[in-house]
Every structure is written in structure tokens, then in C-alpha cells.
């Protein structure tokens, strides 16, 4: 139909014309052979037939090379610099990529603000912890010991979850003791788990993994401080290590509030949330889990979650031989 609409006038034009000759030689044109007029008539429609043919192919080239670009992901404009108003596409493209440009560079104007003013507010942060040291009465000391620790642990996932969103951060894959990264998440949620009067069962080898120490003891921080935040009482986390041939595991696992079958197969998409209440005191952001498969991605890690509702959740962390990655 389109092609039609675009030669129909054409083709209206062409029949005119022949029509006028036809009528001129037939009408005007003394003792005329009609055999000359019929022989013309032939070859003018077998060339306009066989012109509006070649059209036809070249246009539905054109149609499914179109089709075609339009499943890419790139920009596609420039292959088509034969098409009508291309100018104006380029024009548009042009404009469409300085906007992208200034956004780009506000936001990373944005996380340098926030990554500084997140460093910046450690300072009083850590010395409010000191000063809550001394404090003599133990109950409040230790309410104002909860919220210090929940801002510290906030102001890091800020800074962590900064540098990750930018396209370019540092990743410095290098063998790591697992078990010291493990040690070292637990060090960092140690208030929390004594609160909590978690039952640690941790048997961990030392071993080494190809990863980032950073990220990693980022990532075990996150999946620990979920254990804590949809803990039951009797609270239980188990961590251990498996090796085999090719691959290293670490599972993680706590007797908690468990994951809902439903909610499962998304617990790593960005804002999911779920149906759990969370013991009615935390209000999920739906950003940790997402932040944790981000980063795996980047250090080429594998996390799969296997969970019961109201029984368990174990987290299996798959470490692969990545000495191809070895920063030196």
C-alpha cells in the first residue's frame, strides 16, 4: 500500500501521456499505422513495467534492511543517508547526543558531590562513636550505639552504591583469602549480630579466590545484613565453603523469615521489595539484593538463592578460576 500511494501519481502521469500520444496519432496523424502505435505502446509499458519492478525490489530491500536495523541497539540514522529529511534525523541525533553529554557529566558531577560529602560526614560520625564510648549508662549507651552503627552502615552502602551506577570504577581482581573477607564482613556486623544474639556457625577454609576484596566484603555485608534485618528469635547463620575442581562455593545460610515462592525469581530486580512484612520493622528499599548482582556481574561471579518461607534462606556464592583477570 505505501509503495503504491508513493507511484500512483507517477503511473497516473505516465497513462496520460501515452493515452495523448495515442490519441494524437491516431486522430491527427494522416494515413497512420496503427501496427507502429500498438509496437510503441508495448515497449513504452514493458520499460515502465519492468523500471516500477527494479523500484519495487530496491525499495523492499531497503523496507527489510529497515526492519532489520531496527532491532539494534545502535543508532541507526547514519546507515540510511539516501532517505528523504536525513539532514533533520542527524540534526535531532546531534542534539539528542549534547543533552546525553550535559546529563552525563551532571550526574558524575553528582556522585563526586555525594561520594566527598559521604567521606566528610565520617569524620563526625566516627567521633560520635568515641564520645558514645564514655557514656555511663549502658541502655542509652547502646540505643546510641544502634543508630551510629545504622548510619555508618547506610553512609557505606551510599558510597558503594555511587561508584557502582557510574559506568567506570575501579576493579582490582587479584587472589583474596576468602576467609578473611569473611571474617571481615562479620567484624563489620558484629554490633548487629550480638544484638541479635545470632548463633554463628562459621567454617570457612583458606582459601584463595580471584576477586576484588573491596566489592566482595561489600556483597557479604549486604547478604549479612539481611540475615540480621528478617532475623526470628533463636537467630542462626551458617557460612561455609565447598571446592571443587573448578570452582569455589560459599554459602550463606540463616533460619530467618525466608522468601515467598512468588517473590523469588525477582528478588534481584531493581526496587523489588516483596510481599514479606520484615517483622514490621524495616522498610525495604528493594536495592541491596539488586546492588549484590550488580556487582557479581562486574567480578564475574555467580549468586543463586535457594529459600523456604518461614524455614530458611541460603545464598551460594560461586567463585570461578578468573586468573585471566589477574591485575598485577
Known sequence: MIYLRKYSRYIMVMILIILTYNLYFIYLVP???TQYLVYFDVVVSVCLLFFIFLDFM????RLDKKQDYLQSTEVICFEFDDYDNIDIAYHDVNVLQKQLDERYQMNNDLQDYMTKWCHEIKIPLAV???INQKNTDY???QNMQEQLEKMNQYLNQIMVASRIQSQIHDIYVKPVSLKECVHQSIKNNQFFLIKNHFEMDVNV?????YSDKTWLIYVLDQIINNAIKYAKESSQLKIWSEQNQKEIHLYIEDNGEGIQSQDL???FEKGFTGQNHHNGQYKSTGMGLYMVEKVM???GHSIEVESIFQEFTRICITFKDQRDYFYR
Open 31 to 33: 494515413r497512420a499505422n
Open 58 to 61: 530496491r525499495e523492499r530491500y
Open 128 to 130: 560520635s562513636l568515641l
Open 139 to 141: 541502655k542509652q549507651k
Open 205 to 209: 577454609a583458606d582459601l584463595q579466590v
Open 265 to 267: 525469581p525477582r528478588i
Open 297 to 299: 556481574s562486574q567480578l
